[in-house]
């Protein structure tokens, strides 16, 4: 790792730990996944905060336990379900009160590669003016609906970018910066629910903020793996539908600005047909 940036590694070289990048981990109700999640994020990173958003499955007290052994894991229990959005939010208003610039979130249901963290946090401090985006690599136990629903959701957003180059608009393991996410977040009411994912890179798209992809395995466990969704079709695919509602109209304003900053290469497009 370049020595110039601010990750300072531990005697055997694991757990790096960064004065900038933290991570973010959401949870609701996942039962005893969640400590395995944290401890493969802990293995990988620090520091960490786990948001428990009102679960309601005991996992907090396990969370408390590892949090007291562990000083760079970090606690927050909301009283009740407020939804992934609004969890991240309040680990994002957490780690920039301690001087944290970007966050790595990810899912507390094992979905995620914790493998992948540091390569990730790494390609966030050498494009530190993009957010780093998973493109998720699907095995044979992704369910085909998911798959094929989610590429609508690609298509929409493709337009509400003008093409700005975000290669999945719903897959939750990515780097933002903190600033920006927060801004955009306090700027209207949406975003605290499963709309969250979507909507935060297309609102820091539109911000100037260009997305970098980067190719990550998503695993779907089965219930005897320890696998748990919340995930409701009919009530998720409708807050989508809703979103996208909006974000075309939005869109449609925006489109003379966003024309003329592909036009002229300038961010969020200056990635396109560059790194990545």
Request: overall charge neutral.
């Amino acid at each position: 790792m370049n020595a110039a940036l601010p990750v300072n590694e531990t005697a055997n070289g694991a757990r790096p730990r960064s004065a900038t990048h933290a991570v973010i981990i959401p949870s609701y109700n996942t039962g005893p996944k969640v400590y395995e999640t944290v401890r493969a994020a802990r293995a990988g990173w620090a520091p960490v905060w786990v948001v428990v958003d009102g679960s309601t499955d005991g996992t907090a007290d396990g969370l408390r336990q590892m949090a007291a052994e562990d000083p760079q894991l970090h606690l927050i229990v909301l009283p009740e379900n407020r939804g992934k959005g609004a969890a991240v939010f309040a680990a994002l208003e957490a780690a920039r009160a301690q001087g944290y610039t970007h966050a790595l979130t990810m899912d507390s249901d094992g979905q995620h590669p914790a493998a992948l963290i540091r390569h990730f946090m790494e390609t966030s401090l050498t494009h530190i003016d993009a957010m780093v985006l998973g493109q998720p690599v699907f095995d044979a136990s992704a369910p085909l609906l998911r798959v094929r629903g989610r590429r609508v959701s690609n298509a929409w957003t493709n337009l509400e970018t003008l093409g700005a180059g975000i290669a999945d608009s719903l897959y939750g393991f990515r780097v933002y910066p903190i600033a920006e996410l927060m801004a955009v977040m306090q700027q209207q009411p949406w975003m605290r629910r499963f709309d969250f994912d979507t909507e935060a890179v297309v609102r820091l798209a539109w911000m100037g903020i260009a997305p970098v992809n980067l190719p990550a395995p998503v695993k779907y466990l089965s219930a005897e793996e320890g696998g748990v969704s919340h995930f409701n079709y009919l009530r998720d695919n409708a807050l989508l539908t809703w979103m996208h509602t909006r974000l075309v109209l939005e869109f449609l304003l925006r489109l003379p600005a966003l024309l003329a900053r592909r036009l002229m290469n300038q961010p969020p497009f200056q990635y396109r047909q560059g790194r990545s």
